[in-house]
């Protein structure tokens, strides 16, 4: 049989096509516009991305067998504040992830109602991306859009509605929205007051691998594709990318140096540490997982390579990188402010260090280096909840790089496992597809059967010692610059 697996992403769409094997027979992906009507803000049309969705499956399926087509799921960017009303119609355009309107929404959360109360009723506190503050932001500045509330729901879930006409979303996703009590798998019936809505409000909540429905007859035919194809309600993208490295189960970890940068370890048991540092959501396999986010990964190397030192060449500037471990500039990453796990956005990118001898290498050294260091941050939190960690896999664009592998590898202190395939959410999708059409028993056997591993970059003793002493140079950094932040930040 085969399954098709929706990236729903932030400037298209990724559509991917996977037989039982789990081997990939084809990849589309659709574009679609970011309209930025203030600055900070950032909207897309849902419309859109279903016009695009649906163009999309055609062209995955065009010269398949479409009888064979079983499944459909999907991994999306999260946080996103779709609002329908009585008639399921759009209200306005969706709120993305990466909107900063909602500042006095996540002060009133963090402050007001405090970030011990938000992380009792849903293990996380409030960030300006969140969708809970969103939905307060409707409220405050868009009243009457407010009143035409009749659903709530995230990007990704919109496409399964539009597919199936089931108002659904899946744990993982909802963990995203400041709604939902993590812990025990339900919406939170305080944030539902704080947020002036009711629970009906709220999609039905699944698990990921779960189907939530079929294909409505008309889409089915507009399509070419069966009534009986299931959807699944699928997961937000960091939980499915993590499907689709094999992060799944207990104790399993994925760095992920894509434009963002994140470190998401999977776990059986619930856990959240003392200052919410790390975000503690439900995943895609049934079970938890904590993520450390910072906002610019691989986006500060092509900051400093593009638009600094005016090069593309990335692969000739790293050649002139020699003395790992011995360098004396420190880079801190905070490009775009930072979330994980500092979760201040006066944070800023700072070099310190540089003497009449330092080099331009020595300062693309500090980049690549910063953005592990800062990656190693949240590594100790999770370590500080008694998580222990010997190896993870890695993904993303930065992945590409043989000498960033190697500092992961040595200022983390893990193996670091290079996978075959690096599809990441729209593979999981695929995967979660399966498991809800049983071809796999859950989503750990699917994983285990289709994730493969082709290389690992062993950490070197000396080299960790190296490394070691550094990181404990680069932690009291931030530290020493964040009153500066504060004055600076304008």
Same mark, same amino acid.
């Given at each position: 049989?085969?399954?098709?697996?929706?990236?729903?992403?932030?400037?298209?769409?990724?559509?991917?096509?996977?037989?039982?094997?789990?081997?990939?027979?084809?990849?589309?992906?659709?574009?679609?516009?970011?309209?930025?009507?203030?600055? &900070?803000?950032?909207?897309?049309?849902?419309?859109?991305?279903?016009?695009?969705?649906?163009?999309?499956?055609?062209?995955?399926?065009?010269?398949?067998?479409?009888?064979?087509?079983?499944?459909?799921?999907?991994?999306?960017?999260?946080? &996103?504040?779709?609002?329908?009303?009585?008639?399921?119609?759009?209200?306005?355009?969706?709120?993305?992830?990466?909107?900063?309107?909602?500042?006095?929404?996540?002060?009133?959360?963090?402050?007001?109602?405090?970030?011990?109360?938000?992380?009792?009723?849903?293990?996380?506190?409030?960030?300006?991306?969140?969708?809970?503050?969103?939905?307060?932001?409707?409220?405050?500045?868009?009243?009457?859009?407010?009143?035409?509330?009749?659903?709530?729901?995230?990007?990704?879930?919109?496409? $399964?509605?539009?597919?199936?006409?089931?108002?659904?979303?899946?744990?993982?996703?909802?963990?995203?929205?400041?709604?939902?009590?993590?812990?025990?798998?339900?919406?939170?019936?305080?944030?539902?007051?704080?947020?002036?809505?009711?629970?009906? #409000?709220?999609?039905?909540?699944?698990?990921?691998?779960?189907?939530?429905?079929?294909?409505?007859?008309?889409?089915?035919?507009?399509?070419?594709?069966?009534?009986?194809?299931?959807?699944?309600?699928?997961?937000?993208?960091?939980?499915?990318?993590?499907?689709?490295?094999?992060?799944?189960?207990?104790?399993?970890?994925?760095?992920?140096?894509?434009?963002?940068?994140?470190?998401?370890?999977?776990?059986?048991?619930?856990?959240?540490?003392?200052?919410?540092?790390?975000?503690?959501?439900?995943?895609? =396999?049934?079970?938890?997982?904590? #993520? &450390?986010?910072?906002?610019?990964?691989? +986006?500060?190397?092509?900051?400093? #390579?593009?638009?600094?030192? &005016?090069?593309?060449?990335?692969?000739?500037?790293?050649?002139?990188?020699?003395?790992?471990?011995?360098?004396?500039?420190?880079?801190?990453?905070?490009?775009?402010?930072?979330? +994980?796990?500092?979760?201040?956005?006066?944070?800023?990118?700072?070099?310190?260090?540089?003497?009449?001898?330092?080099?331009?290498?020595?300062?693309?050294?500090?980049?690549?280096?910063?953005?592990?260091?800062?990656?190693?941050?949240?590594?100790?939190?999770?370590?500080?909840?008694?998580?222990?960690?010997?190896?993870?896999?890695?993904?993303?664009?930065?992945?590409?790089?043989?000498?960033?592998?190697?500092?992961?590898?040595?200022?983390?202190?893990?193996?670091?496992?290079?996978?075959?395939?690096?599809?990441?959410?729209?593979?999981?999708?695929?995967?979660?597809?399966?498991? $809800?059409?049983?071809?796999?028993?859950?989503?750990?056997?699917?994983?285990?059967?289709?994730?493969?591993?082709?290389?690992?970059? =062993?950490? =070197?003793?000396?080299?960790?010692?190296?490394?070691?002493?550094?990181?404990?140079?680069?932690?009291?950094?931030?530290?020493?610059?964040?009153?500066?932040?504060?004055?600076?930040?304008?």
């Amino acid at each position: 049989m085969l399954y098709i697996g929706v990236d729903l992403g932030t400037s298209a769409v990724k559509l991917l096509l996977m037989d039982g094997e789990g081997k990939i027979q084809k990849i589309v992906s659709k574009e679609y516009p970011i309209f930025f009507p203030n600055p &900070g803000w950032s909207e897309q049309k849902p419309e859109d991305w279903f016009v695009q969705t649906m163009e999309g499956i055609k062209e995955l399926v065009q010269d398949a067998d479409k009888s064979q087509v079983a499944g459909i799921s999907f991994g999306g960017q999260m946080h &996103g504040l779709v609002i329908l009303d009585e008639n399921d119609e759009v209200i306005r355009p969706a709120l993305l992830w990466n909107d900063g309107r909602t500042f006095e929404e996540c002060d009133y959360l963090n402050n007001v109602i405090g970030k011990e109360k938000l992380s009792e009723y849903t293990a996380n506190i409030s960030f300006t991306g969140f969708t809970a503050p969103k939905i307060l932001w409707v409220k405050n500045k868009e009243p009457e859009n407010f009143a035409k509330i009749r659903k709530i729901m995230l990007p990704k879930d919109y496409i $399964a509605y539009k597919l199936t006409g089931v108002h659904c979303t899946d744990f993982s996703d909802a963990s995203g929205m400041l709604l939902l009590d993590v812990k025990n798998r339900r919406w939170s019936a305080q944030m539902c007051d704080i947020c002036g809505i009711r629970e009906e #409000m709220l999609p039905k909540l699944f698990e990921s691998y779960e189907c939530v429905g079929r294909l409505k007859k008309e889409i089915a035919q507009a399509l070419g594709l069966s009534e009986n194809v299931k959807v699944a309600a699928g997961a937000g993208d960091n939980a499915a990318a993590a499907v689709g490295t094999g992060t799944v189960g207990e104790g399993m970890c994925n760095i992920s140096l894509g434009t963002s940068g994140t470190i998401f370890i999977s776990s059986k048991k619930f856990g959240v540490d003392t200052y919410n540092a790390l975000h503690a959501f439900a995943h895609a =396999d049934g079970y938890y997982h904590l #993520m &450390g986010c910072m906002l610019s990964a691989a +986006s500060c190397n092509k900051w400093w #390579m593009e638009d600094i030192i &005016g090069t593309g060449e990335y692969g000739k500037e790293q050649q002139e990188i020699t003395g790992l471990g011995e360098n004396h500039v420190y880079f801190l990453p905070y490009l775009m402010g930072e979330r +994980s796990p500092h979760n201040n956005p006066n944070a800023r990118g700072t070099f310190i260090g540089m003497t009449m001898d330092t080099k331009r290498s020595d300062m693309t050294q500090a980049v690549l280096e910063g953005v592990a260091f800062a990656l190693r941050d949240s590594l100790e939190v999770a370590k500080s909840l008694g998580i222990h960690l010997e190896r993870t896999k890695i993904c993303g664009g930065g992945a590409k790089s043989p000498l960033w592998k190697k500092m992961i590898a040595n200022i983390l202190n893990l193996k670091v496992d290079v996978i075959e395939s690096e599809e990441g959410p729209a593979l999981g999708g695929a995967m979660l597809a399966a498991v $809800a059409c049983g071809e796999y028993k859950n989503v750990e056997e699917a994983a285990a059967k289709i994730v493969r591993i082709v290389d690992t970059v =062993d950490p =070197d003793p000396a080299l960790v010692e190296k490394y070691e002493a550094r990181y404990q140079q680069f932690k009291e950094i931030y530290p020493a610059c964040k009153p500066l932040f504060d004055i600076i930040k304008n």
